[in-house]
């Protein structure tokens, strides 16, 4: 039997369109680098990506678009040319405008198994969860502190902060459907809810102590390869080196 978990993903070589994830902070982003360095000049900007480094281009039509974010999708050259007209300093800033193929399909794998996990999909089941979170929250605020801390501080989706939540008061809220059998949240002394209510977060707090989606979606491959402070190809050992 073949583990499904053991088999490789494909790994993005940068080969076809890398998808633009942002095409609004993209463009914002190419406004930005144009303005600060190069005085809005999309000519100049052009000229000076080709003089930094031998045999990269990316033409002022190119840039035109990008500025107004007019493009879906940008080829790796392109991709070579945002590196240098955005510089070292806000790499991290381009790489959340992008997306590459194997994070597009890591990212609906993960929407695809929420869809299949959350509380959301049933209205009965939705109402009592909202009315479970709202009571652990008024009588445990000091623990949801946490919590709240740590989903501001890693800006994670609403989709990752509701699956932390479904999974905290999922076995009450499915109690009443799985026949009784397990122990409902009325059951449960104020010791053990309290007990109960710090163990999941910690568990959730656990499980979030991770980037962001879509940084999380491209680590180890596709386009995080060419986020990393030292690149490994030449082309992208001259631009590490760039200022």
Not at 187 to 199: A, C, F, G, M, P
Request: with cysteine; charged share 30%; glycine share 6%.
């Amino acid at each position: 039997m073949v583990n499904r978990h053991a088999v490789d993903r494909p790994t993005d070589a940068i080969i076809g369109p890398i998808l633009v994830a942002d095409r609004q902070a993209l463009a914002d982003l190419v406004k930005d680098a144009v303005e600060h360095d190069h005085g809005g000049n999309l000519s100049e900007a052009a000229r000076a990506i080709r003089g930094k480094v031998k045999g990269l281009t990316l033409s002022q039509p190119t840039l035109q678009r990008l500025s107004k974010g007019g493009q879906r999708s940008i080829t790796e050259a392109t991709l070579y040319g945002l590196i240098v007209l955005v510089g070292n300093a806000n790499r991290d800033r381009l790489h959340d405008c992008l997306l590459s193929e194997s994070a597009s399909q890591r990212l609906a794998d993960y929407e695809s198994l929420y869809e299949g996990l959350r509380l959301d999909a049933d209205e009965d089941r939705k109402k009592d969860k909202i009315a479970l979170i709202r009571l652990m929250r008024r009588r445990y605020p000091a623990e949801f502190v946490t919590f709240d801390r740590l989903v501001e501080k890693t800006e994670h989706s609403a989709v990752s902060v509701n699956l932390a939540l479904d999974r905290m008061v999922a076995p009450f809220v499915l109690a009443f459907e799985g026949g009784e059998i397990e122990r409902r949240w009325s059951e449960l002394s104020d010791e053990e809810r309290r007990i109960y209510v710090k163990s999941a977060i910690k568990r959730e707090c656990v499980l979030l102590s991770r980037p962001a989606d879509l940084r999380r979606a491209q680590t180890g491959s596709g386009l995080y390869k060419w986020f990393r402070k030292r690149p490994s190809k030449t082309l992208a050992d001259a631009l590490s080196e760039l200022p």
